[in-house]
């Protein structure tokens, strides 16, 4: 039995994981990353970002990015998928809407009440966003979970 998570546990466990660490590519070809909520639908990853990030600026000029969901304090509990992904800023209306139901119902108690925010960050994140989204390379997906792993008693 290998480590990887069968198809069941690997939908099971990105439709329930809380955050997506997105590496982007910067001008310089270094990787840039960053923590994104995210909603797994039909095989891609979406996340919603401003517009004027700096994701949005790597993804306009070179649309590679990996993406990393995982979870587990202890090795025997890491759990996680990496797929190297193309990214493609998404304008069709009915997609923006399905995603942002789906996001909206996944993060609802996690939201801020903005109303307690400083005006400079509701202000900052009223600027404009866009949703990315990640759709994963054929052959470009790992994933594993450490429990699988027999160990010697």
């Not at 690997?10 to 995210?38: C, Q, V």
């Not at 970002?49 to 890491?78: F, M, N």
Request: proline share 5%.
């Amino acid at each position: 039995m290998g480590v990887r998570l069968t198809e069941e546990e690997f939908d099971d466990f990105l439709a329930k994981g809380h955050t997506l660490i997105l590496s982007t590519i910067r001008k310089s070809g270094e990787p840039f990353m960053t923590p994104n909520w995210y909603v797994y639908i039909d095989g891609a990853f979406y996340v919603r970002t401003l517009a004027k990030s700096a994701k949005v600026q790597h993804i306009r000029r070179d649309p590679r990015a990996c993406c990393l969901v995982e979870e587990g304090e202890k090795w025997i509990d890491l759990k996680a998928v990496i797929a190297n992904c193309d990214a493609q800023i998404i304008e069709d209306e009915a997609t923006l809407k399905a995603v942002g139901e789906a996001m909206g119902s996944k993060y609802e108690g996690f939201r801020p009440n903005t109303t307690k925010q400083p005006k400079a960050t509701r202000d900052h994140y009223s600027s404009g966003s866009v949703v990315i989204k990640l759709t994963p390379k054929p052959g470009e997906i790992r994933s594993w979970y450490n429990r699988k792993i027999r160990m010697a008693s």
